[in-house]
């Protein structure tokens, strides 16, 4: 009777096991792989094309200034998030590109955008900062520039590898990269967008303009920080546990939950705070993101 009772406690384990849980029904269904992947799409195009109207309305506010770091950091906005939305209307096609280091380009490209376009609002803040404080911010954009160039090229480096030779190690590696310009990013924000936050809280409170731009840097730097933090996090569980990968098709859950929360949502909020227009007058190179 003991081990009629034991076979059947195993046997009714066995029917809950996550083969026949709804999240692997609903991951390896062909239908609902396509309509989450297609929703995806449909929310960066969403987000492309607010980035896109915001840009053209700072474009015919100020037409007299060039590429001020607010008409690139909505630029490089509307081309990650268009480019993630082709990437994922072909989906299917994409996974089964060939050979597969054009896969990890399409996919890893979008990415390393999105780093430098949000890097870019850290360098930002970095310069009001230190222009606040009468130090000089000369040495801030060639060390930005030198950041992306150093990312960039580990990251060439590490798909030519895997193209003459994709073994699992380098795929680990290139997933650890990411999680650790993620982390980098993390706590860039946290340190310039607390900085200028604290700093923003020592101006006297009838200074105008104040209670918004303290509320608007805590806002963005509270955002960017968590979506880094998880993008990082994601990362590192998505190199050590297979359950966890992204960017396969059989996992749509996992990448509507990642992207919707790393990238999507952020990206969203951000533009919204972020959507008051510059002045007609009055405005130098730095000062349109307000």
């Not at 209307?89 to 990415?111: A, N, T």
């Not at 923003?200 to 806002?219: A, C, D, I, N």
Request: aromatic fraction near 14%; charged fraction near 15%.
């Amino acid at each position: 009777m003991g081990v009629d009772n034991g076979t059947a406690a195993v046997v009714a384990a066995l029917e809950l096991t996550p083969s026949s849980s709804w999240w692997n029904d609903i991951n390896e269904s062909p239908a609902w792989q396509d309509n989450i992947f297609h929703t995806l799409s449909v929310l960066y195009a969403i987000v492309a094309a607010v980035a896109l109207v915001q840009l053209v309305r700072i474009q015919l506010r100020v037409p007299e200034y060039g590429w001020t770091t607010q008409k690139v950091f909505h630029l490089l906005n509307c081309l990650v998030n268009g480019v993630r939305c082709l990437v994922f209307i072909f989906f299917r096609g994409v996974e089964k590109i060939k050979p597969k280091i054009v896969h990890h380009i399409l996919l890893d490209v979008p990415s390393l955008a999105f780093f430098t376009t949000y890097a870019l609002l850290v360098l930002f803040w970095a310069e009001i900062y230190y222009q606040a404080r009468a130090v000089s911010t000369d040495g801030l954009k060639p060390s930005f520039y030198a950041i992306n160039v150093v990312v960039y090229a580990i990251q060439i480096i590490l798909w030519l590898i895997l193209w003459w030779k994709p073994i699992s190690v380098l795929v680990i590696l290139s997933k650890m990269f990411f999680a650790g310009i993620s982390l980098f990013a993390a706590l860039g924000f946290l340190l310039y967008g607390g900085r200028l936050f604290f700093m923003l809280q020592r101006f006297p409170v009838e200074s105008r303009g104040r209670r918004k731009k303290l509320q608007e840097v805590g806002y963005v730097t509270t955002i960017c920080f968590l979506c880094f933090l998880i993008r990082c996090i994601m990362m590192c569980f998505g190199a050590f546990n297979e359950d966890a990968n992204l960017d396969v098709l059989n996992h749509p859950i996992l990448n509507f939950i990642y992207y919707l929360l790393a990238e999507i949502l952020p990206s969203s909020l951000v533009l919204f705070i972020l959507r008051k227009l510059p002045p007609k007058r009055g405005i130098t190179q730095y000062h349109p993101i307000r």
